[in-house]
């Protein structure tokens, strides 16, 4: 007869994840303190947003705001990143600021993937994105300090956070792990070549899908050929994306062929994204409306832009950089936890 499953809620299985829970609680106590030293105001933003995050294959939790009046009704999505929000308070003034925030997304879940995690995001005025991995530096190791290791593990996989962390461009990563020139599939930046992309893929032996874009390529070599040798030994820094990926971030200005962000790894595992913040608001909502264009596209549906985010970058967002790191998966790092919900106090329930 086969066992029943135990709730989350039993206390066999609450004893099972209660180191885990320790070390998150050490860890977010070192985390506030870390960030007060670094002269950082914490800061809490709405959940609830008109424009939840713009990324094409995030989906949002939908909800309708009722106002005094039944007629007085308007959708609003729960926020997918409080991005947009904390850069109108770098508009407001604030030149430093951090906050561990919860966030939505919809459709994700694996052992690496909640629907609602914990985000951690953290911005700096007059700061560049390299400025960003000296942060990382220093919050990785103090937070290992507070659970109680010296290592991030990820069953038998292990990373030292207190070696010298490997700083690798995405163009490197490519050339080092499938021998492909990727820029030269670009020969447009901003428009990259599906055509050539698949037939240098298609010499090393990855093949290409009818319907295939070229981010919808890059992204398959990546996660099967690039991302499992990251942050081995060594966390990883892969930076300098192809302009085409920049996101919310600026062009690097000796080399406009790429961004300057990057994604932080431990173990395989993608810990955080930083950018160089892009300021410049006409450039930024034709972006956002690429973006919705693509949405539209692959999935029917689209998502209303911000237009207070684009009125504070035209007020003026400061040159400034910032970062958003899964605190949940740090946390299954540090306690070589097996999946995210072993280091939450109550798992989203299943449908």
Same mark, same amino acid.
């Given at each position: 007869m086969k066992t029943p499953i135990q709730p989350w809620w039993h206390p066999d299985r609450m004893a099972r994840r209660a180191a885990n829970l320790k070390a998150r609680g050490a860890m977010t106590r070192a985390l506030r303190r870390w960030f007060e030293d670094g002269g950082f105001e914490e800061v809490e933003t709405p959940a609830l947003q008109v424009s939840p995050g713009l990324e094409p294959h995030l989906v949002a939790f939908a909800t309708e705001l009722v106002g005094s009046h039944p007629d007085d009704r308007l959708t609003l999505r729960l926020h997918t990143s409080p991005e947009f929000t904390m850069k109108?308070?770098? =508009?407001?003034?604030?030149?430093?600021?951090? #906050?561990?925030?919860?966030? $939505?997304?919809n459709g994700e879940r694996s052992p690496t993937h909640s629907p609602e995690f914990t985000m951690l995001e953290? $911005?700096?005025?007059?700061?560049? $994105?390299?400025?960003?991995?000296?942060?990382?530096?220093?919050?990785?190791?103090a937070l290992c300090a507070a659970a109680g290791v010296d290592t991030l593990r990820r069953g038998d996989l292990s990373c030292d956070p207190h070696a010298e962390w490997e700083v690798l461009t995405v #163009?490197?990563?490519?050339?080092?792990? =499938?021998?492909?020139?990727?820029l030269a599939t670009a020969p447009d930046p901003a428009r990259p070549d599906v055509a050539l992309l698949a037939q240098a893929a298609a010499a090393v032996g990855i093949h290409s899908h009818a319907g295939d874009s070229w981010e919808d390529l890059f992204f398959r070599i990546s996660l099967d050929r690039i991302e499992p040798h990251l942050g081995m030994g060594r966390p990883t820094f892969l930076t300098d994306y192809p302009v085409s990926m920049a996101a919310l971030s600026r062009p690097k200005p000796e080399d406009g062929r790429v961004a300057e962000r990057f994604e932080l790894y431990a173990c395989g595992v993608e810990l955080a994204n930083a950018f160089g913040e892009l300021t410049d608001p006409a450039v930024q909502q034709a972006r956002f409306e690429a973006d919705m264009d693509l949405k539209q596209a692959l999935y029917g549906e689209r998502y209303p832009i911000d237009a207070d985010f684009l009125a504070?970058?035209?007020?003026?967002?400061?040159?400034? +950089?910032g970062i958003a790191l899964g605190f949940d998966r740090l946390v299954m790092l540090t306690t070589n936890a097996a999946g995210?919900?072993?280091?939450?106090?109550?798992? =989203? +329930?299943?449908?």
């Open positions: 109108k308070l770098l =508009v407001a003034g604030l030149p430093r600021i951090f #906050q561990l925030a919860h966030v $939505y997304r953290w $911005y700096r005025v007059g700061a560049g $994105y390299r400025d960003l991995m000296d942060d990382c530096i220093g919050l990785t190791r #163009q490197e990563a490519f050339r080092r792990h =499938v021998g492909i020139d990727l504070a970058l035209e007020f003026g967002l400061p040159d400034c +950089a995210i919900d072993d280091v939450l106090w109550a798992p =989203v +329930a299943l449908p």
